[in-house]
């Protein structure tokens, strides 16, 4: 299996920065692609931004131009900075990744325990 650790969360102000990261730790063979969901109040989980292992990324309308996220090969780390923040962007944020594993033979998907973002003056 696969454990995922976020940090990174927290308060920050309309306009303000914040970097969320995530750690993937097990028998992992290797990690496909890497990306990062959030779920605001009342609403789905919806996809922020994902990386593929060729570093191709994804990115939601909604935070193109003010997200980037990036993957460490060699850590199994994925962040997201996340830029010009909005009360609109606050929300629970869940790392998820595909990978394999000793244990499998196939790709799973794997998710984290989720990270506060709060954006508020």
């Known amino acids: 299996q696969v454990q995922l650790v976020e940090s990174g969360g927290g308060l920050v102000q309309p306009g303000g920065s914040l970097r969320v990261y995530c750690a993937a730790s097990?028998?992992?063979?290797?990690?496909?692609?890497m990306g990062w969901y959030r779920q605001g109040p009342g609403k789905q989980r919806e996809l922020v931004a994902r990386i593929s292992s060729d570093f191709s990324t994804n990115y939601a309308d909604s935070v193109k131009g003010r997200f980037t996220i990036s993957r460490d090969n060699a850590k199994n780390t994925v962040s997201l900075q996340m830029n010009s923040l909005q009360s609109e962007d606050t929300a629970v944020y869940y790392c998820?990744?595909?990978?394999?594993?000793?244990?499998?033979?196939?790709?799973?998907?794997?998710w984290g325990q989720g990270t506060q973002v709060t954006v508020s003056s």
């Open positions: 998820n990744v595909y990978a394999l594993t000793t244990m499998s033979r196939t790709v799973e998907s794997y």
């Open positions: 097990g028998r992992i063979v290797s990690i496909y692609s």
